[in-house]
């Protein structure tokens, strides 16, 4: 028998697949005794019986290109209602012509973000001030018209998916900043101030959104100079984003009681003012602890928009139901439906994994 020495470490080598992987896993939490291992099969033959019938009716059968209903002949899930109707669930009433702007705001928006999200990419202070700043001034710009020989384009004319984001972006942007100011008085220390803030959560956080849009959409005016008038989408903006902030306020009150009290007195200590504490020392540390309960916020948010149907406004939901109302389109509901389901879950899926990655960047979850 020959023996082979070496005066070098060899590599380590992985571990079985038996204690590490997805068979270990499996073995884990699915079939680690006799009733996990019973509730498991009936579970997923429970899942085949219905995923199988459902993946032959939207995906083998289904007919995808048409013009009409009549090119629905194959009787799986007609895809020609989304196809037929896929401008007006996107865009609306927006005037076709006039789509490019539409296509370069969105495309403007597509580079910021992921600018902002992709490390590593160069001038990011200068990215986020146009985010901030540069890019809704440019965004009402292109969409609304009315200068630069761009033809003016009422917001009556906004609807599908392109309301629906105006609505959610301006409404997290718009509101964040101010949940923050709400949450800071509501701790401050002067009588005055907390009450305000303390009336003005309570009484938002008490009102449903839908009363909350009814009062933006007819009440606001009252208030209003004689002559002056607000655009129904600028009313559902204003009542949206006042809602929304006395929600984030308390999420972000819930991460200022979190933080020590000692992190208080190190700041004063540093001879910090009050705003230069919390930019620096406090409010990083809070916002990065409720970073769970922010997104979940804005998740609800994005989802709310289609409460903007009671005033007269038609995002993605309300253009959808209004198409397959159309007589020419009856018994079409389920597929309508079901293209909404999965925009809206792309875009609160998306929010929700970027939320996770920016946790683990900032090592806020283990």
Not at 200 to 220: A, N, Q, Y
Request: charged letters at 10%; a positive charge; hydrophobic letters at 55%.
């Amino acid at each position: 028998m020959q023996a082979f020495i070496t005066r070098e470490t060899l590599p380590s080598l992985p571990p079985p697949s038996t204690l590490k992987g997805p068979i270990a896993w499996m073995r884990q939490n699915l079939f680690s005794s006799v009733g996990n291992t019973i509730v498991t099969v009936v579970l997923v033959l429970a899942i085949l019986a219905a995923l199988i019938p459902f993946i032959n009716w939207a995906f083998i059968k289904a007919d995808w290109i048409g013009s009409s209903r009549d090119d629905c002949t194959s009787g799986g899930a007609c895809w020609v209602f989304v196809y037929v109707h896929l401008k007006l669930f996107m865009v609306g009433l927006y005037p076709e012509a006039e789509t490019w702007r539409v296509l370069l705001v969105g495309m403007i928006l597509v580079v910021t973000l992921a600018g902002l999200m992709i490390k590593g990419v160069p001038f990011k202070k200068y990215l986020q001030l146009f985010a901030l700043i540069a890019f809704p001034i440019i965004a009402f710009m292109l969409l609304s018209g009315g200068s630069f020989g761009l033809p003016h384009v009422e917001t009556n004319f906004w609807g599908g998916l392109l309301l629906t984001l105006v609505i959610a972006i301006v409404g997290i942007v718009a509101a964040f900043p101010l949940g923050i100011l709400l949450a800071l008085g509501r701790r401050s220390s002067m009588p005055i101030v907390k009450a305000i803030c303390v009336v003005f959560i309570e009484v938002w956080r008490g009102v449903p959104l839908i009363t909350v849009l009814f009062m933006s959409s007819v009440m606001l005016p009252l208030f209003l100079p004689e002559g002056m008038e607000f655009d129904k989408l600028l009313r559902a903006l204003v009542g949206i984003t006042l809602f929304q902030s006395a929600y984030l306020a308390e999420v972000v009150r819930s991460g200022l009681q979190a933080i020590p009290k000692g992190q208080y007195e190190a700041a004063n200590a540093l001879g910090l003012t009050f705003w230069q504490g919390m930019y620096k020392v406090i409010l990083p540390q809070a916002l990065k602890i409720v970073i769970p309960g922010i997104v979940n916020s804005f998740i609800s948010l994005f989802k709310d928009t289609s409460l903007v149907l009671i005033i007269g406004l038609f995002d993605l939901l309300a253009t959808i139901q209004g198409a397959f109302a159309s007589p020419k389109w009856l018994g079409y509901a389920i597929e309508g439906y079901l293209f909404a389901a999965l925009v809206y879950w792309v875009f609160c899926f998306g929010m929700s994994r970027y939320s996770q990655r920016v946790e683990r960047s900032l090592k806020t979850t283990n």
